[in-house]
């Protein structure tokens, strides 16, 4: 059978991804494309609904074409009811979905290419626009030696790959990585103690977490990367409130100047959405001067689409399309044109 997984959303579903398909060729699947595959996976976003309506059109064109779809990963109950009334098949997990399948037990690990590495699932945090805490649920880390034996595996295989002029990279990954329950300063100097040459990356961080421990390990250790991706969403603090995002815009840009000051070198990426409701142009141009503040090197802006489920959800959709696309081209003709 060919298959063909089709990722939504974040890092974690990068992550979630590629376990499902070695998963799946280890059973006697057949990576393919669209047109190709009798069947499909799709691992849904937690913040963008618009993506998942848009997936939502796909499939009768899918289901034309005679193909089965399985779904996964940040999906409502709401959503759930939607496709399974449209015939497709949620599952929550491997032993689910090998139950749904009729597969027997089978092992999965990623190979040396494929270096994210989840140190923990769910989030606490229940910012207004999220859907994560509800899908996938409160706070989890991993074990610490269970983490070590995975990045050890991985740096095991890394002589077997070609890389060419780059390091290969351990990607830590965390809804909220800064709250690891172990301890993630200490987390970062054990992997950074292994032998080996790569480096070792992380995401997300939440602002309201990045303590002075993980700053000093940022500057600190060789094997951690100095490009930071540091979640702003907004500069207005009436929006950030409104998002249920714990700091202010004077808090954000202390914390920043911070690393700064630690880590010379360092290159912030960020995250920030545009359009959310109650975002006066007043609010907008509040995330505008953080921005120029900042300097950031990339940013990942989204336009606000409603999450049903979700806290703001409530709040409406009143800002035009029209002027989302305004405020993003004004952000991203600042940040990220010619980068």
Known sequence: MKFLVETIGCQQNEYDASRLAIFLKSAGFIKSTAKEAGVIFILACSVRQMAVDRIIGRIRNWQRDGKK??????VTDD??????????TYFKDFDELSNILGLKAISYKLT?????????????????????????????SRSTNEIIKE???LISNFSTVQYGSEKPKIILLGQNVNSYEYGFAELLKKINDLPGDFIISFMSNHPKDMKADVIDAIAKLPKVNKEIHLPLQAGSDKILKAMNRPYTAEEYLRLVE?????????????DIIVGFPGETEEDFQQTVKVCKKVGFSLAYINKYSPRKGTASYKLGDPIAWSEKQRRWKILDNLINKNK
Request: one cysteine or more; proline letters at 5%; a positive charge.
């Open 69 to 74: 779809i399985y779904i996964t990963a940040c």
């Open 79 to 88: 959503d759930k009811k939607k496709f399974t009334k449209k015939g497709v």
């Open 112 to 140: 040396a290419d494929s270096c994210y590495v989840p140190i923990m699932t769910g989030c606490n945090n229940f910012c207004s626009y999220c859907i994560v805490p509800y899908t996938r649920g409160r706070e989890k």
């Open 151 to 153: 990045v050890t595996q």
């Open 258 to 270: 911070s690393l700064k000051s630690k880590v010379p070198k360092v290159k912030l990426t960020t």
